[in-house]
């Protein structure tokens, strides 16, 4: 019997044993994805660029006609109000013709409606014509007068039709494209010489994500000619493009110049370095990254004393929806936890690696 009980207490034991064991099992590292902290670069370097125009026009006529002339080609400058091309007016200017002879017959109409309406107001006055004879005659002068503004409003229209046969420049510019002949029909709308305006220039760059970072809409440039560096303006940044460019990588960026001077003619290859550049210095983090302890924001550092967790205080110098920008709190190196913040706890074991930002 004691044998029994001997054995008896040796199985409890063991099996106390392992429960204990499985009780203290370490739980396993929560997979997590996190980022190497880098420092934003300093946008200083110069990059190469063209002078552009702001705006394109596409010249087109309003009238369908055959063209006899055109007066420009391609890399032609041309000033506001200077012919472009010529339509056949022949039918236009009969047009106005006619519409001038049918003004002349309604005038002559108003004058003789005029002088009746005259003598009928001398008869009626000697009693030896009657009230309807006169307001029949006040009637066809009102007539004539309409017929007059009738004919009128005609001809201005027939001179419009004959003026839109001759396709003029609406600003200085240079033409950048031809897309008619002499020779050739025209639709009304139908693009005939294409310009670009040279009263308001612009500098047009490529830029690499990394500096497209440090830049914003309003940020200063000073740009310079690359064939002669004492040639300079300053502008700011108008537009960004949204996306990078499939082939090159990099993005668009368009700053408009402040009074450029004459020697930046349009297609002219400048250098433009940016005066001013926000983040310099500062980490970009995805907004992810961090979550609010009372009142701090902290971001969860792996590393360390192994592969467990540690939150920090940060301060956020900027955001927007998708990023911020940390002055204090994390070194550049430091792996930031991107995904899960909300769920970790102080010294856990975490496990997973670098995402690309």
């Known amino acids: 019997m004691n ?3 001997m054995a008896g207490l040796a199985a409890l034991g063991l099996a106390l044993t392992a429960c204990k064991e499985a009780a203290e099992a370490p739980k396993p590292p929560r997979p997590v994805e996190t980022v190497l902290a880098r420092r934003m670069v300093q946008a200083d370097n110069d990059f ?10 596409d010249r087109a006529f309003l009238v369908l006609g055959r063209i006899i002339t055109r007066d420009v080609n391609v890399g032609d400058v041309v000033r506001a109000g200077q012919r472009l091309a010529q339509s056949d007016p022949t039918a236009l200017a009969l047009a106005v013709v006619s519409a001038e002879a049918t003004l002349a017959s309604a005038q002559a109409q108003q004058e003789r409606a005029v002088a009746a309406r005259g003598r009928i107001e001398t008869l009626f006055a000697n009693k030896i014509s009657s009230q309807s004879e006169l307001d029949q005659a006040e009637q066809s002068q009102k007539a004539a007068v309409a017929s007059v503004e009738q004919a009128q409003a005609g001809l201005a229209k027939a001179r419009d039709q004959l003026s839109y046969a001759t396709l003029r420049a609406d600003a200085d510019g240079v033409v950048t494209a031809v897309s008619a002949e002499v020779g050739q029909m025209t639709v009304p709308g ?20 990394p500096v497209v970072a440090l830049i914003t809409v309003g940020v200063r440039f000073r740009v310079q000619l690359q064939a002669d560096p004492r040639v300079t303006a300053d502008g700011t940044v108008r537009e960004i493009a949204p996306a990078a460019d499939a082939v090159t990588r990099l993005r668009r960026v368009k700053v408009a110049l402040e009074s450029p001077p004459e020697a930046m003619r349009l297609g002219s290859t400048i250098r433009a370095r940016p005066v001013e550049a926000r983040s310099a210095g500062l980490i970009e983090l995805p907004a992810a990254a961090v979550f609010r302890r009372g009142e701090e924001e902290r971001v969860w550092i792996v590393g360390g004393q192994g592969p467990a967790v540690r939150s920090v205080p940060v301060r956020v110098a900027e955001r927007d929806e998708k990023t911020v920008r940390v002055a204090e709190g994390v070194a550049e190196g430091d792996r930031v936890v991107v995904a899960g913040a909300n769920r970790l706890a102080e010294g856990q074991i975490v496990k997973g690696g670098e995402t690309s930002r």
Request: proline share 3%; charged share 25%; glycine share 4%.
């Open 48 to 57: 190469a660029g063209v002078i552009a125009a702001r705006y394109t026009v």
């Open 3 to 5: 044998r029994r009980m």
């Open 190 to 209: 139908n693009t005939v010489v294409t310009l670009a305006r040279t009263d308001i220039r612009e500098a047009v760059i490529d830029l690499p994500d």
